[in-house]
């Protein structure tokens, strides 16, 4: 059974830093994008970034852009999201999702169609 498993959200103000992770299990990923996304109250689920296969490459929404870094470690079969710069805009339930398409190429994913596996999510609320 494939399981993705996000920690790390809380509470923080604003300026702070929280890093996110999600841990998979029931199959390895090292061959997929994965990806964050969030979804604040009262909006529709928003693409936030996404790591290529390789950890390479990574793809950022433009609002978190220079604030948010991801990484991965494929031997953990493990992705991050490190968030600086927090702002209470980014409070949210974030999500990591992966590619069900290994060893993507060209254009990367940012729609949440193209993500098979998702996580439970972890709350982040950014406070003013």
């Known amino acids: 059974q494939v399981q993705l498993v996000e920690s790390g959200g809380g509470l923080v103000q604003a300026g702070g830093s929280l890093r996110l992770s999600c841990a998979a299990s029931?199959?390895?990923?090292?061959?997929?994008?994965m990806g964050w996304f969030r979804q604040a109250p009262g909006k529709d689920r928003e693409f936030v970034g996404t790591i290529s296969w390789s950890g390479g490459n990574t793809y950022y929404a433009d609002s978190v852009k220079g604030r948010f870094t991801i990484s991965r470690d494929n031997a953990k079969n493990t992705v991050y999201l490190q968030m600086n710069s927090l702002k209470p805009e980014d409070t949210a339930v974030y999500y990591c999702?992966?590619?069900?398409?290994?060893?993507?190429?060209?254009?990367?994913?940012?729609?949440?169609?193209?993500?098979?596996?998702w996580g439970q999510g972890t709350q982040v609320t950014v406070s003013s």
């Open positions: 029931g199959r390895t990923f090292s061959d997929a994008f």
């Open positions: 999702a992966a590619d069900g398409s290994p060893l993507r190429v060209g254009r990367p994913p940012v729609y949440q169609d193209e993500y098979d596996y």
